[in-house]
């Protein structure tokens, strides 16, 4: 294993990069985007989605539901409330 002080290590990588950062903008259709990366940041002037949204699936527990003196592992716990992901 080769041992490289913090400003050979940059050296090294700003090296890797500097074809990629060398390189000219150019402007090219959308249809022909595809792999190609910004040369300035893109913001949006409103914020995406425009409401709150969880695309994940979870469960909320107590810790005493599952963890007790009676309850041998695996413990089945009703499902008590379905909620689906909604503008707030």
């Not at 022909?32 to 909320?60: H, I, K, Y």
């Amino acid at each position: 294993m080769t041992t490289r002080t913090v400003d050979e290590h940059a050296a090294h990588v700003a090296s890797m990069l500097e074809p990629a950062l060398a390189q000219r903008a150019e402007s090219v259709a959308l249809t022909e985007a595809l792999w190609r990366v910004t040369f300035a940041s893109v913001s949006s002037p409103v914020d995406l989605p425009l409401f709150r949204n969880s695309q994940m699936d979870g469960f909320a527990v107590r810790s005493a539901d599952v963890v007790s003196a009676s309850a041998a592992a695996p413990v089945t716990l009703p499902v008590v409330a379905a909620i689906a992901a909604r503008p707030v």
